[in-house]
């Protein structure tokens, strides 16, 4: 999915239409779109178009230099990056819900918050943190509403910002975050807005989609109506 919108974005009288057969599922559970086969066929020939907003981030390439890609769900940067890879290295026997939360311990277990600093439309933060969530979508991890109300058609990101919380923290709130009810927390803060940059002292991973293709420092920009996606009628 991640690959395809790269591809077509921008392109005029271009659709797309989605077979949901991935791991974590999540832009179909954002966008509402059936797992069922033979239903996702019928939304695909006969369904409404939908036209949605994408985001475009700018990243240090792992190899070094500068590199650009679009998102249509959600992008992070900071454990979750680490959290993907785990995940998409791991051998997903038991479906993408297990194979994230498996990750997700694994990795927070070894992880340690970083000094972050974020802005959001000009409004800044500076703070130890371990992640940043930039959601046009509420899904991501195999099903974690981590933005409940981000939308991918109202022009602005949600933005989490995950401060420096402890494995408690993590273990008491995991199930929430599931049903999309972890909001407010008292060490998480919400933002909203359409241009963020996020930096950090050490390099931390980026994730677009649940890929990771660099690392901070990282832009991120709304590209509005980019996308044209076939949803249920």
């Known amino acids: 999915m991640h690959e395809v919108a790269n591809g077509i974005a921008g392109r005029d009288g271009v659709e797309i239409a989605v077979i949901p057969r991935g791991t974590g599922w999540d832009f179909a559970r954002s966008l509402g779109l059936p797992r069922k086969t033979d239903r996702a066929i019928e939304v695909a020939l006969s369904g409404k178009t939908r036209t949605i907003d994408l985001g475009r981030a700018t990243y240090r390439l792992w190899a070094g230099g500068e590199g650009q890609s679009f998102f249509a769900n959600v992008a992070s940067a900071g454990m979750s990056g680490a959290i993907a890879q785990r995940a998409n290295d791991s051998s997903k026997a038991f479906g993408g819900k297990a194979s994230y939360l498996w990750a997700t311990f694994a990795v927070f277990a070894r992880w340690s918050s970083s000094e972050i600093q974020v802005s959001v439309d000009g409004e800044k933060r500076h703070a130890r943190m371990h992640d940043v969530f930039v959601a046009n979508g509420p899904f991501v991890g195999g099903g974690m509403k981590i933005c409940p ?23 008491m709130t995991m199930p929430k975050i599931f049903r999309g009810t972890h909001l407010p927390h008292p060490k998480a803060e919400l933002l909203r807005g359409s241009q963020v940059t996020v930096d950090a002292a050490e390099p931390l991973p980026v994730e677009l989609d649940g890929e990771q293709p660099g690392t901070t420092p990282v832009r991120f920009e709304l590209v509005p109506r980019a996308l044209r996606v076939r949803v249920p009628g």
Request: charged residues 35%; aromatic residues 4%.
């Open 149 to 171: 109300d981000a939308a991918p058609d109202d022009g602005a990101f949600d933005v989490l910002l995950i401060g420096d919380i402890s494995k408690r923290d993590l273990l």
